[in-house]
């Protein structure tokens, strides 16, 4: 055991592994097109039909909204991703390499998660920004509404969108390592942020105010939101719970991983 790598050698490791695989770099860039490409489509096409909406949708408008629309579509490239960086191993076999080499098994979750989380971040902040301010430029070419990041209520809605989509990232990851299978993480992440929520919508209206707002997808539209409901979080709150529910997936899932047999 005291010739096992350090932590951070073995997140050395796993950022090389991460970076030298093909399918990194088609994630990443489906991340891009579906965040600032969904972003151009969705702002273009408001701008084209502006003149046709009613009074009452003007008024509603949001521009920050609207120009990262694309992050709900980019939400489960990411968990993909977060999943594969774990079950990709499962399916080659080489899942057994690497925990002979790192036989401590916390130290090789927590360098994987070390690994998504600084990836992610920093691409997913770029990502979203880039997103805005290119809605932000199509807004203002049309002569609609727009907004700029010198409001803070702004910045921090865009630094949030990066934000939720991180902690996704890092929740697909858990339920890769509780799950194990590619196929089944994915199935049961869709099912948490798209099927419960249409689930939840069949139920009694008492019941959807209690349990609509803890639900991912909607936790990460309050941490977007500049204007809280009465049936929702505020911005804090949200984030707050989404990442408790991050840390006690991927808890689970090193848990999980230290009992097991690869």
């Known amino acids: 055991m005291s010739d096992s790598p350090t932590l951070v050698d073995t997140t050395r490791s796993e950022m090389l592994k991460f970076r030298t695989v093909r399918a990194t770099f088609i994630g990443l860039a489906t991340l891009v097109v579906l965040t600032i490409g969904l972003a151009v489509l969705i ?18 408008f949001d521009p920050v909204a609207t120009s990262l629309a694309g992050i709900f579509f980019a939400q489960f490239a990411v968990g993909v991703m977060g999943a594969r960086f774990i079950t990709a191993e499962y399916a080659s076999g080489a899942i057994r390499t690497t925990l002979t080499a790192v036989p401590r098994r916390v130290h090789l979750v927590l360098a994987k998660a070390i690994v998504l989380l600084v990836t992610f971040f920093v ?3 770029a990502v979203v920004f880039a997103a805005f301010i290119t809605g932000q430029s199509i807004y203002r070419s049309g002569h609609l509404p727009s907004v700029s990041l010198a409001d803070s209520t702004v910045l921090r809605a865009v630094i949030m969108a990066g934000i939720y989509l991180t902690l996704l990232t890092l929740i697909g990851f858990g339920l890769g390592l509780i799950l194990r299978t590619t196929s089944v993480t994915i199935s049961v992440y869709v099912t948490i942020l798209l099927i419960i929520p249409i689930i939840v919508n069949f139920l009694p209206s008492s019941w959807q105010d209690h349990i609509t707002k803890y639900l991912p997808s909607n936790l990460g539209e309050s ?3 500049q204007t809280p409901s009465v049936r929702s979080f505020a911005w804090g709150t949200a984030a707050l719970l989404l990442a408790i529910y991050c840390a006690v997936i991927v808890a689970v899932g090193a848990v999980t991983l230290v009992r097991r047999d690869a």
Not at 43 to 60: C, E, G, H, M, Y
């Open 43 to 60: 702002t273009i096409v408001i701008r084209t039909n502006w003149n046709q909406r009613s009074l009452a949708d003007k008024l509603a």
């Open 123 to 125: 691409v997913s902040e």
């Open 223 to 225: 941490m977007l939101s």
